[in-house]
């Protein structure tokens, strides 16, 4: 029923942007957005959001100027910051609808809560650039550099199959503060200390 328009944290690690939408479906005339619930590796418990989330935003419904009428919202876009939530670590996004879909809505399009999930790739991406800076030094295949794209691979594929405790597992084992981050400056030599 949601649609995440867009779902990241931006490279810098200070903004969590959540910009969601009901589908514009004809099954979806009577749903609105109710809540926006975020858990992360360390309270995620499957099956639905957490009793101890990091972040909660309940949306409150509007006065129609059309109707008169209090309406609830089927756009919702967020933008959080490390005061609202802690952005380093693997995310997850649920969002809860209300309202009743029509009766002849698909099997399976009619669940009530959509999850998505984030995790700032910034950071790893620099990391990985580091090693392709060893393929550079020697002109030969870095070990270092297979097992770190074969360990961000692992953690890509287990969420994209929501598989999210092994992505927990990954995020944690591999992710999670593990690495010694160095910020290249440029390509080609130009600009590194």
Same mark, same amino acid.
């Given at each position: 029923m949601i649609h995440f328009n867009e779902l990241r944290i931006t490279s810098d690690g200070q903004h969590l &942007? &959540? #910009? @969601?939408? *009901? !589908?514009s479906e004809s099954y979806y005339k009577n749903v609105y957005i109710d809540s926006i619930v975020i858990d992360n590796q360390d309270t995620y418990v499957g099956g639905g959001p957490s009793s101890n989330p990091v972040y909660q935003y309940s949306v409150p #419904?509007?006065?129609s100027k059309l109707t008169?009428?209090? *309406?609830?919202?089927?756009? @919702?876009? !967020?933008? !959080? %910051?490390p005061t609202d939530l802690p952005l380093n670590g693997l995310l997850f *996004?649920? *969002?809860? %609808?209300k309202g009743t879909p029509a009766a002849d809505t698909p099997c399976g399009l009619d669940n009530m809560t959509t999850l998505g999930t984030v995790t700032n790739m910034y950071p790893f991406y620099q990391q990985a650039m580091n090693y392709i800076g060893e393929l550079a030094n020697n002109c030969s295949v870095s070990q270092n550099f297979t097992d770190y794209i074969l360990k961000m691979k692992g953690l890509e594929l287990a969420v994209r199959t929501g598989n999210y405790t092994d992505a927990i597992k990954f995020y944690n084992k591999f992710f999670n503060g593990k690495e010694n981050t160095v910020v290249?400056?440029?390509g080609c030599s130009c600009g590194n200390t």
């Open positions: &942007i &959540i #910009d @969601v939408s *009901v !589908l #419904d509007v006065m008169k009428k209090y *309406v609830s919202s089927k756009h @919702v876009r !967020l933008d !959080l %910051t *996004v649920y *969002v809860r %609808t290249r400056k440029g």
